[in-house]
């Protein structure tokens, strides 16, 4: 008995086939009611010059005394043809036809963008991540996140604690990178924002970020550690590699700091609403990973 060979299953249609489909059958549709208009037209001219060329003959037979009057020859003031609301704007529709459609995916496009944005819960602490190394972005952010969610509470009331690690790839060394432009933008709009202000960074970033203008001192509130000089907390003689079981030592110039309070795009008093989320984090950090000096 011939094994039944299974139907093959219909693959479905992606949404840009649907949407060609879709502008395929309006235009269609318009082309059909283009002839029509055409055909119409055409039949109105023909019966034109039909009356026309009937009250040509009427007029010469009153000329010629062969008729005292006419029933086909009688002078009209011309109305213009008034159009009702719904007139009109089954008219507009029809004239603007494309362009409505554009405009439609526009519309639906932007509202899906403006959707995910109001409805998009940021998390409770974000943190910068401003190095040249992928690899270390990729196997340690993770860690970083979880390390940081022992620090806080459930700051924006969503039920869940949650730190966003953002990698920002940043070094002097990397203009020549094909990608160094929008890396840079991207930084540097991360920093004018206030919605992150713990920064994770190295010494071939502070070019770039310029850490003694944008960073906050750290001797007044940990200047009895080891490992703070000025506005950075080093973290290569710490135990923080073997926590996120990074398998290499960290270099000497890796350090981890917050941003001074100022005005930016957003305003100075939201800026240090997160200021005053990260900091008590950032101190339960020192406390964890530093040493005091004796």
């Not at 060329?53 to 009209?76: A, M, N, R, Y």
């Not at 940043?170 to 713990?198: I, M, P, W």
């Not at 200021?275 to 005091?292: R, T």
Request: glycine share 4%; hydrophobic share 35%; aromatic share 10%.
């Amino acid at each position: 008995m011939a094994k039944k060979e299974k139907p093959e299953k219909q693959k479905e249609k992606s949404v840009l086939e649907i949407a060609r489909e879709m502008e395929a059958q309006q235009r269609q549709q318009a082309e059909k009611l283009l002839a029509e208009k055409r055909l119409k037209e055409e039949q109105e001219r023909q019966n034109y010059e039909e009356q026309l060329k009937e009250e040509k003959k009427e007029l010469l037979k009153l000329k010629q005394g062969v008729i005292d009057s006419s029933e086909t020859i009688h002078e009209e003031q011309e109305q213009q043809k008034k159009y009702t609301f719904g007139e009109k704007i089954a008219n507009f529709v029809y004239l603007n036809q494309w362009w409505m459609w554009i405009a439609g995916i526009f519309l639906v496009l932007v509202g899906i963008l403006v959707w995910q944005i109001v409805t998009t819960v940021k998390p409770d602490m974000i943190i910068l991540l401003v190095s040249d190394n992928d690899y270390f972005s990729a196997a340690c952010s993770e860690g970083i996140e979880e390390l940081f969610e022992r620090y806080i509470e459930d700051e924006n009331g969503d039920g869940k604690i949650s730190v966003d690690v953002y990698y920002m790839p940043a070094s002097a060394s990397r203009s020549e990178n094909d990608n160094y432009t929008g890396d840079q933008t991207k930084l540097f709009a991360e920093f004018q924002l206030g919605e992150a202000v713990l920064v994770i960074s190295d010494a071939d970033a502070d070019e770039l970020i310029v850490p003694e203008n944008n960073l906050d001192n750290l001797e007044k509130a940990f200047g009895n550690y080891q490992e703070t000089q000025g506005v950075r907390f080093f973290l290569k003689d710490t135990n923080f590699a073997e926590y996120l079981e990074w398998d290499e030592p960290f270099d000497e110039d890796i350090y981890i700091g917050i941003r001074k309070v100022k005005k930016t795009l957003d305003s100075e008093e939201e800026m240090q609403e997160v200021y005053d989320i990260s900091f008590p984090a950032l101190e339960k950090f020192v406390e964890e990973f530093g040493h005091l000096e004796n």
